[in-house]
């Protein structure tokens, strides 16, 4: 079974450039989750989303970070205009059904705003 | 003071020794304790999942879940080479968000 796939694996912009991270999340899985990792703050929930509606969005940072799903095989985490302090490893990963069961990662995008 | 806290080492052992990884809370209300391993750049990868207290086995992993003390441990025997990388304790409750532990790092020297 695929597991929870993301685009790109890394990704180095420019200050002010708009960045967009996708995620494929495992077939069958009704809850998807955006995380971001750092050395300092660990991993950190950004949003939540339940078949297809964002339930939680509380952890977005600020207006700059927007997530979208579409559809149950598809979400984009965007920010714009991304700021060096966006620099982490941004993590998508399913479930499937609650909030509260095992979620399933995938490899993560290594961001770098230079 | 954090929800979960996990020491994020560094934690150097031989190979073949017993490791004993922790995580205290602070939250009455979790009930699922999971550890997840994630081996450098990769995604965090479920390891064990547990439902309120207890034991539970897989192989040479041993989750155990002491609700009193609000303590959650994860043992490795015999450990191995391949088993160096940061283990992160997680625990939510029914509607809850998973809260994760800060990660601790683990070394095993062949």
């Known amino acids: 079974d695929a597991g929870v796939i993301q685009s790109p694996r890394h990704e180095v912009t420019e200050m002010g450039q708009e960045v967009t991270l996708r995620c494929k999340p495992i077939?069958?899985?009704?809850?998807l989750f955006w995380y971001r990792q750092t050395m300092m703050r660990g991993l950190e929930l950004l949003i939540y989303f339940n078949n297809n509606v964002p339930i939680d969005d509380s952890g977005m940072p600020e207006d700059r970070f927007s997530a979208k799903m579409p559809n149950a095989s598809f979400s984009t985490l965007k920010i714009q205009p991304s700021e060096p302090r966006d620099s982490a490893v941004y993590f998508c990963a399913s479930s499937p059904q609650a909030l509260y069961q095992p979620q399933h990662f995938g490899d993560g995008t290594r961001l770098s705003i230079l | 003071q954090k929800e979960v806290e996990q020491d994020p080492g560094p934690l150097s052992v031989p190979e073949g020794a017993i490791v004993s990884l922790n995580c205290t809370y602070s939250?009455?209300?979790?009930?699922?304790f999971m550890w997840y391993r994630q081996y450098s750049r990769k995604g965090p990868e479920l390891l064990m999942y547990t439902y309120s207290s207890g034991n539970k086995e897989d192989g040479r992993f041993t989750a155990q879940v002491d609700k009193s003390s609000k303590y959650i441990s994860l043992f490795i025997r015999d450990s191995q080479p391949s088993d160096s990388a940061t283990y992160l304790c997680?625990?939510?409750?029914?509607?809850?968000?998973?809260?994760f532990g800060q990660g601790t790092e683990l070394s095993v020297k062949p």
């Open positions: 077939s069958g899985h009704n809850s």
């Open positions: 939250n009455s209300a979790f009930q699922y």
């Open positions: 997680a625990m939510s409750y029914q509607g809850g968000k998973l809260i």
